[in-house]
């Protein structure tokens, strides 16, 4: 087995008083998809939000590519580098074109021309199929479309990992499936993937690896298979049983 | 008809246009659906249509019909002579319109004047018109050389030195006054009680500050040197050209990618160096006429000009600080727009322009409508950093995080996410500011700077034009210009408003 390409040790994270995430150890091997659920306030947010360094967090150690981030965040911008993220609620820049979008980080931040942006722009928005949109304001497209765009805009930076934040919690249900099945192909090429969502099906179909949290804590992890079938802790049963009546 | 209940229907032929029955297009239509269809717009339209006529009406008389068009002084504006009730009494502002525009500056010298606001008009429009290209030069232009032209135009004279007497000057005042402040304190030292200590930080600013003197020695030799040559200003200039050049082509990537930085910065010069020989800058330059003899349109113009192209930037430092996560950059920026904010403008114009000469160090004097445009542009900037800070507020946190994410820095976030909408936004707001910038410039006058209302209420007092209806038509031209302005300040906004927003509107 490869060296993990993401590796959390006795991450620690506390909001004034109230204690979110606690020594929370997880790898992530190259290539590998996660899947992360749980129920509400559990901290899954919270600990694929520290990854990139969107929240700081006060003891523990979180390594990506060999860029150590500790308490500190001192490698942040290293870290943001190798790390895509997509949200919730999109959080496409609505002033800018898809296109603009999707080619703003490669140009203000790895300084890549604009032509030379935009021909990998396109290529990017061809692989989530929505390239006749690229001049397009995000707020003229449907939800599906603008998630879309918004995998699109993480993939140009190049990002060695994606972490999803419940990526189809605010779409209609017909939508969810064009987002699914965009994720669907960037795991099948291979991406490492974190994905916070309660879209169990996915998670059968595509996660190496189960991981279920509960009160800021890693409950269970397990293969989709065993997690499924053979739920080990009382939490985890009852949880699963809720979702999956 | 043709029988749509049974089963099937096929038509057989298809029906022609034909008008709504009742009018709904049209005068008549236009009466009938919005103006009297129901007792309360009736009411409406009644007293709209009597508001009209007791507005517009007068006006008219006043302004066209019963004006007087064409006279030597005031008697052609006597009802006596006129045979009429005079209305506006236009021959005075024809006599008046060179005092309105320029004030007291001097009849040879006006065409300076002229030039300035047909280069800000060349300048201006094009920055203006989104379709057309260069915005970037157009705007560096206008934002920066227009200004410094603008001023060696207006106010006249040459200079001596360049950037590199400029610098060593800086730096040599920046290490007087530390040497100035350690010897305040050693002296402060014999008496007071806290002797020791004020002897050892006094001694230790001296210290400081005759390293200082050392290290800028080399500096000030050269400017010595230069200074004793003939040719000072063009030596200095070249100096300073290659020292600049040299840095934009380290900055902009060296040997690989700096020559686009280099090419840019040659042609700034060289294009620094063409105004400065055809404004004759480095044989002193156009006679000087000081401040206090602008006037008029003229003075209204560059105090607003430069309060609204000031205040702007102000305003987004201070609502960008407001929110900043650093105690001391928030404090100082809440102060700061409390401050202002509290202090009527008459109050910031008084302070500027009697109190703070009493502050300076001796020999140190500020022009006087330069006093006044500091005070204008701070006050204005505390209020539009409210503007600003509205439209910040309005910006999910999630675009920030979202930027972040894909690495983008906090200036890079700043300036490409957050600003481009928080001001989008809020154009309506810091255009009206904008506006009421505009009209508060009337309040120098009280300050004896004469704008264009100061010096109209100075020809009011000539008595070759007194007559009834002088103030009347006096104010009323006043009004019409400053509507002009300000009217046309808020079409364009909407305007910019209507585009900016083209992605708001599916
Ligand atoms: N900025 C904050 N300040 C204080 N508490 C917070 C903050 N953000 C989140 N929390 C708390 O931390 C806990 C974990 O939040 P988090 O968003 O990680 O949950 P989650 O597992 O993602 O839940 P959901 O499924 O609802 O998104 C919650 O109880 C929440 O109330
Ligand atoms: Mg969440």
Same mark, same amino acid.
């Given at each position: 087995m ?11 994270k ?7 995430l =606690?020594?929370?150890d997880l790898? *992530?091997r190259?290539g590998?998809?996660i899947?992360?659920?749980?129920p ?5 947010? /919270? ?8 929240e700081? &967090?006060?003891e523990g150690e979180?390594v ?6 500790g308490?500190n965040?001192?490698h942040?911008?290293a870290v943001?580098?190798e790390?895509?993220?997509v949200f919730?609620s ?5 002033h800018?074109t898809v ?7 490669p ?5 890549i021309p604009k032509?030379?942006a935009?021909a990998?722009?396109?290529k990017?928005?061809?692989? #989530?199929?929505?390239?006749h949109q690229a001049?397009? &304001?995000?707020?003229?497209m449907?939800g599906?479309?603008?998630q879309r765009?918004? +995998?699109?805009r993480?993939l $140009?930076?190049?990002p ?11 779409l209609?249900p017909?939508m ?5 099945? /965009?994720?669907v ?8 993937m974190?994905v *916070? /969502? ?5 998670a ?6 189960v991981?279920f949290?509960?009160a ?8 989709p298979?065993e &997690?499924?079938?053979?739920?080990q802790?009382?939490?985890t049963?009852?949880?699963l049983s809720?979702?999956l009546r | 008809?043709s ?12 029906? $022609?246009?034909?008008p ?5 297009t049209?005068?008549v239509g236009?009466?009938r659906? !919005? ?6 717009n009736?009411?409406l $339209?009644?007293?709209?249509?009597l ?7 007068p006006? *008219? !008389?006043?302004?066209?019909?019963d004006?007087?068009w064409?006279?030597?002084?005031? $008697?052609a504006?006597?009802t006596?002579?006129?045979?009429f @009730? ?6 005075y ?9 320029y004030?007291?500056?001097p009849?040879a ?23 057309l ?14 200004p410094?032209?603008?001023?060696f135009?207006l ?8 950037g590199?007497?400029w %610098? ?13 402040a350690g010897q305040a304190l050693?002296?402060?030292?014999k008496?007071?009680a806290?002797?020791?200590l ?6 230790l600013?001296v210290l #400081?500050g %005759?390293a200082?003197?050392?290290l800028i020695?080399?500096?000030?030799w050269l =400017? ?8 000072s200003?063009?030596?200095d ?5 290659a020292?600049?050049c040299?840095?934009a ?8 990618t ?5 090419a840019?910065s040659?042609? @700034?010069?060289?294009?620094?160096a063409a ?6 800058l480095?044989r002193g330059?156009?006679?000087v006429?000081?401040?206090?003899l602008?006037?008029g349109?003229?003075v209204?113009? #560059? ?6 192209v %000031? ?14 996560t650093?105690?001391?950059?928030r ?5 700061f ?8 403008l008459?109050t910031v114009?008084?302070?500027?322009t009697?109190?703070l000469?009493?502050f ?5 004097t500020?022009?006087?409508l330069?006093?006044?445009l500091i ?12 503007? *600003?800070?509205?439209g910040l ?6 675009q ?12 890079k976030?700043t300036?490409? +996410?957050?600003l481009?909408q928080?001001? !989008?936004?809020?154009?309506p707001?810091?255009v ?5 910038l505009?009209?508060?410039?009337s309040?120098v006058?009280?300050?004896?700077l004469?704008?264009l209302l100061?010096?109209?209420r100075a020809?009011?007092?000539d ?8 103030a ?6 006043a009004? +019409?210009i400053?509507f002009?302005?300000?009217f ?12 900016l927003?083209?992605h708001?509107?599916?």
């Open positions: 490869s060296d993990p390409i993401v590796k959390i040790s006795g991450l620690n506390w909001y004034g008083d109230f204690h979110v =606690r020594d929370v790898d *992530v190259k590998e998809r899947v992360i659920c749980g509400s306030g559990s901290g899954k947010s /919270t600990l694929i939000r520290c990854i990139n360094a969107l700081e &967090f006060q979180i990506v590519d060999g860029i150590e981030l308490p965040l001192k942040v911008d943001r580098r790390v895509g993220m919730q999109f959080n496409l820049f609505p800018l296109l603009d979008n999707c080619t703003l980080a140009i203000w931040v790895r300084n032509k030379d935009e990998a722009a396109m990017f928005l061809e692989r #989530v199929k929505i390239p001049n397009k &304001f995000p707020g003229q449907s599906g479309q603008q765009v918004a +995998i699109a993480a $140009t930076m190049n060695k990992v994606m972490l999803f934040d419940e990526p189809t919690s605010a209609d017909e969810v499936k064009e987002v699914l099945d /965009t994720m192909d960037l795991a099948e090429e291979g991406m490492t974190l *916070v /969502t309660h879209e169990m099906g996915f059968r179909e595509v996660a190496n690896r991981v949290m509960d800021g804590q890693i409950i269970e992890a397990n293969t298979n &997690f499924f079938a053979a739920p802790h009382a939490r049963k009852l949880f809720q979702i | 008809m029988d749509i209940a049974s089963s099937s229907f096929v038509r057989q032929d298809l029906l $022609t246009e034909r709504a029955p009742v009018k709904t049209g005068f236009l009466m659906t !919005r103006l009297f269809n129901s007792p309360t009736i009411l $339209t009644i007293v709209g249509a508001l009209l006529w007791f507005t517009i009406v006006s *008219v !008389r006043f302004l066209l019909v004006a007087v064409s006279g030597k002084d005031r $008697t504006c006597l006596e002579n006129a045979g @009730a005079v209305g506006a009494c236009w021959p502002i024809q006599a008046k319109l060179p005092q309105l525009i004030g007291f500056y009849e010298e006006r065409w300076r004047v002229n030039l300035t606001f047909v280069l800000a008009v060349v300048l201006l429009v094009p920055l203006l018109v989104p379709r290209p260069a915005k970037g030069l157009n705007a560096s232009l206008f934002f920066v050389a227009f410094i032209v603008a001023f135009l106010h006249g004279g040459g200079i001596k030195g360049f590199l007497s %610098t060593a000057g800086l730096l040599e005042l920046f290490d007087e006054s530390i040497s100035g050693l002296s402060l030292s008496t007071s806290a002797g020791p004020l002897w050892l930080v006094g001694s600013i #400081v %005759t200082i003197h050392w020695l080399p500096l000030i =400017r010595d040197q230069i200074q004793g040559a003939g040719q200003l063009w030596a200039f070249a100096v300073t050209a020292v600049v040299l840095i082509f380290g900055l902009g990537g060296g040997l690989r700096g020559w686009r930085a280099l840019s040659i042609a @700034a010069f060289v294009a620094i105004v400065i020989k055809l404004m004759g480095d330059g156009l006679p006429v000081t401040t206090n602008w006037g349109l003229l209204t113009l #560059v105090v607003s000009v430069t309060g609204i %000031t205040s702007l930037p102000i305003g987004i430092a201070l609502a960008l600080g407001r929110r900043s650093i105690p001391l950059i404090i100082f920026s809440i102060a727009i409390e401050f202002w904010r509290g202090v009527p008459i114009l008084f302070f500027a009697y109190m000469p009493l300076l160090p001796g020999n140190f500020v022009d006087g330069v006093r006044a005070g204008i542009a701070l006050f204005t900037g505390a209020y539009q950093a409210e503007n *600003v800070r509205g507020a309005a910006i999910p946190r999630g920030g995080e979202a930027a972040a994410a894909l690495g983008l820095s906090w200036w976030t300036s490409l +996410i957050v481009p928080a001001l !989008r936004h809020v154009i707001n810091l009206n500011s904008f506006i009421s505009f009209k508060d410039t309040l006058s009280i300050v004896a004469f704008d100061g010096s109209l020809s009011f007092s008595p070759k034009w007194s007559t009834p209806s002088t009347f038509t006096g104010f009323a031209f009004g +019409i400053y002009i302005f300000c046309g300040m808020s079409r364009y906004s909407l305007f910019v408003e209507h585009r927003n083209a708001r509107r599916n």
